[in-house]
């Protein structure tokens, strides 16, 4: 049966205002969602950054949820508050700048702190990771391998991040145009190829509308110009499996979208502050929040009859069950049945 797999980037309160400060208050409305998540058998991955593992209440709920089996906890490391920290610009909280900005040394330092703090709180191993900001590039992926990362779901097909800055003196964000939309085992040489490393690499669910032809023709003209691709997207929006307050019936549409491409998993993903009222832009008070787990449960009610619910390591595991039982895999596109 094809997999729901449920992310949460699980971070402090409302980091798109870029405070100096960050709280912590979305925690203690984590166990609403993840009841909801358990009334329809699905079991969310929590992607914990540094401040959220510092939290009392969360780290409370996390070994909880690992006891009784019904969630897991990865990583998610946003790199201009996450130990050891050396400033990169001039104002790096409110420039959030990219991991994969940093010198290598400092990237590995930042990874395998996280990664053993982690381990150390939670008491389990770190399987799965979503990069801070979307970034990744091949450095990143070698090193997640070292640490004994599984999975990695940071690729967003269709999704060119480039203006997207960090450093204001750097190039932005991942450019993910031309990956696969499905899961691959990656590459060792190439991040955006599939190949035979040991890293799981599961893009986020993000359904490309417009004609194939018109996506082919304006990323061959965007040397010249980028406006044939920004009219593109206002008419052919990306569909993003991700609540935003107004999409209900474009999430619904990729649900039917992948049962009938006979897909084997998609990918919700939220943030965890974007549970809270006034922790996102999207959801900013009572009567938001209370639209969006209105949405979510005719959502869920709907995955619950066609799809079961898995943690990123759970899926990576009947990835590699088939591959082992398939004569022959054909890089993690293996057929399922």
């Not at 400060?21 to 979305?26: A, F, L």
Request: glycine share 6%; hydrophobic share 35%.
């Amino acid at each position: 049966m094809r997999s729901f797999l449920i992310t949460i980037d699980t971070e402090g309160d409302n980091s798109w205002s870029r405070r100096s400060t960050v709280e912590t208050r979305n925690a203690s409305f984590l166990p609403r969602f993840q009841s909801l998540c358990e009334n329809f058998g699905l079991k969310p991955t929590y992607l914990v950054n540094f401040e959220m593992a510092n939290d009392r209440g969360f780290v409370e709920f996390g070994r909880d949820l690992i006891a009784r089996g019904t969630g897991e906890i990865g990583m998610h490391l946003h790199a201009w508050n996450s130990p050891p920290i050396h400033p990169l610009t001039s104002n790096d909280s409110w420039y959030q700048p990219f991991l994969i900005e940093y010198p290598e040394d400092e990237i590995r330092n930042k990874i395998e702190f996280h990664t053993h703090f982690l381990e150390d709180v939670f008491g389990v191993k770190m399987l799965s990771h979503r990069s801070g900001r979307w970034t990744l590039d091949g450095f990143y992926a070698d090193v997640l391998r070292e640490f004994g990362f599984k999975v990695d779901c940071s690729v967003t097909p269709h999704v060119d991040w480039r203006s997207t800055m960090g450093d204001p003196d750097g190039a932005g964000g991942t450019d993910y145009r031309g990956f696969l939309e499905q899961h691959y085992w990656m590459s060792e040489r190439n991040i955006a190829l599939p190949g035979r490393s040991s890293l799981l690499e599961v893009p986020m669910t993000i359904i490309n509308r417009s004609p194939a032809f018109l996506t082919r023709a304006t990323q061959a003209c965007e040397d010249i110009s980028d406006l044939l691709d920004r009219a593109r997207r206002y008419i052919w929006p990306l569909d993003w499996l991700r609540p935003n307050g107004s999409n209900l019936t474009s999430m619904l549409r990729i649900l039917d979208i992948a049962i009938s491409q006979d897909r084997p998993y998609v990918e919700f993903m939220t943030h965890s502050s974007e549970l809270m009222p006034g922790g996102s832009p999207y959801f900013p008070t009572v009567e938001s929040v209370e639209k969006l787990y209105r949405d979510l449960n005719e959502l869920f009610s709907k995955v619950a009859n066609d799809f079961c619910g898995n943690t990123l390591i759970e899926f990576h595991d009947r990835v590699s069950m088939s591959s082992r039982s398939e004569n022959g895999v054909k890089y993690g596109q293996e057929e399922w049945r």
